[in-house]
């Protein structure tokens, strides 16, 4: 989990001052990482810290520390005792107030550091160490308190999501996929009526020809095809093999996939390339719905990314 500085500043320009609240340190087990957070506004939430009794003290504190124009708190809940949850660790959770003026001070930055209340002094050399790698390596710490500071990485969109159909299934995937963190989505049609109300943060794009911005897409981003048009479909294939892609899913039956494989090998390209694609998406398993397929895809990317990460890891050490 990271510092999501977009959402954050969405927040704050339609609410006024919220309050974040972050999970700083987790000891045995607990409803969520460090790192996760939510933010808190007089007359409503968004996202999680776990849920249950632990989130509803939490908010309850937040909205006082707006009325009370607090800056910061840090409170450490023990589950079981404190809050009747059956997880039985603790959480310390950091409760900070945000503005467009402190979002200002940590713009352009690639990690957020701050003094946790009731420290005083200098920022430890722990802590200026980490921000130097951070901006020398582009090395990203987990967030943790070092030394009284809390250090946290703002979010970067670890993967491009680019999505080829604003229909049903379309408007699911981006439903389901919007929330996710790490993901950068860009949602592409043929005209602006084909699109509902395009969710903030999403990408749209519009060409009367969608093929014509394969060209566009970063050669390691995710691609799932889904427009209106199987000659659409087996024209945005065609040029993202030769484009180059981290995966790239299309929708569609065992019939339409049997005659792409054969219309793509006569566009020339190699067997073991055209297999690289993934037909149908999702799982069908689930069903056909547009909500169905949209989990069932939702699980095989992030299936794709804690398999990468696992791997990156294993390469590292």
Same mark, same amino acid.
């Given at each position: 989990?990271?510092?999501?500085?977009?959402?954050?500043?969405?927040?704050?320009?339609?609410?006024?001052?919220?309050?974040?609240?972050?999970?700083?340190?987790?000891?045995?087990?607990?409803?969520?990482?460090?790192?996760?957070?939510?933010?808190?506004?007089?007359?409503?939430?968004?996202?999680?810290?776990?849920?249950?009794?632990?989130?509803?003290?939490?908010?309850?504190?937040?909205?006082?520390?707006?009325?009370?124009?607090?800056?910061?708190?840090?409170?450490?809940?023990?589950?079981?005792?404190?809050?009747?949850?059956?997880?039985?660790?603790?959480?310390?959770?950091?409760?900070?107030?945000?503005?467009?003026?402190?979002?200002?001070?940590?713009?352009?930055?690639?990690?957020?550091?701050?003094?946790?209340?009731?420290?005083?002094?200098?920022?430890?050399?722990?802590?200026?160490?980490?921000?130097?790698?951070?901006?020398?390596?582009?090395?990203?710490?987990?967030?943790?308190?070092?030394?009284?500071?809390?250090?946290?990485?703002?979010?970067?969109?670890?993967?491009?999501?680019?999505?080829?159909?604003?229909?049903?299934?379309?408007?699911?995937?981006?439903?389901?996929?919007?929330?996710?963190?790490?993901?950068?989505?860009?949602?592409?049609?043929?005209?602006?009526?084909?699109?509902?109300?395009?969710?903030?943060?999403?990408?749209?794009?519009?060409?009367?020809?969608?093929?014509?911005?394969?060209?566009?897409?970063?050669?390691?981003?995710?691609? =799932?095809? !889904?427009?209106? #048009?199987? *000659?659409?479909?087996?024209?945005?294939?065609? &040029? @993202?093999? +030769?484009? %180059?892609?981290?995966? =790239?899913? !299309?929708?569609? #039956?065992? *019939?339409?996939?049997?005659?792409?494989?054969? &219309? @793509?090998? +006569?566009? %020339?390209?190699?067997?073991?390339?055209?297999?690289?694609?993934?037909?149908?998406?999702?799982?069908?398993?689930?069903?056909?719905?547009?909500?169905?397929?949209?989990?069932?895809?939702?699980?095989?990317?992030?299936?794709?990314?804690?398999?990468?990460?696992?791997?990156?890891?294993?390469?590292?050490?």
């Amino acid at each position: 989990m990271s510092f999501d500085h977009a959402e954050l500043a969405r927040a704050v320009a339609a609410h006024g001052a919220v309050i974040r609240v972050v999970v700083a340190d987790v000891a045995g087990s607990a409803p969520r990482e460090a790192g996760a957070a939510m933010l808190v506004w007089a007359c409503g939430q968004e996202g999680t810290i776990g849920g249950g009794t632990l989130e509803y003290e939490a908010a309850a504190k937040a909205r006082a520390m707006l009325a009370e124009d607090r800056s910061a708190a840090l409170d450490r809940m023990p589950l079981g005792p404190a809050l009747n949850q059956c997880c039985g660790g603790a959480v310390t959770l950091l409760s900070e107030h945000w503005d467009q003026g402190l979002l200002a001070d940590v713009a352009g930055e690639t990690v957020v550091a701050r003094p946790v209340p009731g420290t005083q002094g200098p920022m430890p050399m722990a802590v200026a160490r980490i921000l130097k790698r951070a901006r020398g390596e582009g090395f990203m710490p987990a967030p943790r308190i070092v030394q009284g500071w809390f250090v946290e990485p703002l979010t970067r969109p670890l993967r491009e999501l680019w999505i080829w159909g604003a229909g049903h299934v379309g408007r699911a995937i981006i439903e389901v996929m919007r929330p996710l963190p790490g993901f950068r989505l860009t949602w592409i049609d043929t005209d602006a009526s084909r699109f509902p109300a395009v969710p903030e943060g999403v990408v749209q794009k519009i060409a009367s020809n969608p093929a014509d911005l394969v060209i566009e897409a970063p050669q390691d981003a995710d691609h =799932l095809v !889904l427009t209106f #048009s199987h *000659t659409l479909d087996l024209d945005l294939c065609h &040029r @993202l093999l +030769a484009h %180059g892609f981290q995966s =790239l899913g !299309l929708i569609g #039956s065992d *019939t339409k996939w049997a005659r792409f494989r054969s &219309r @793509l090998a +006569a566009l %020339g390209h190699a067997p073991e390339r055209i297999a690289d694609i993934r037909c149908p998406i999702g799982n069908p398993d689930l069903g056909k719905h547009p909500q169905a397929i949209a989990v069932g895809v939702a699980a095989e990317l992030i299936m794709m990314k804690t398999a990468k990460a696992r791997t990156k890891k294993e390469c590292a050490g």
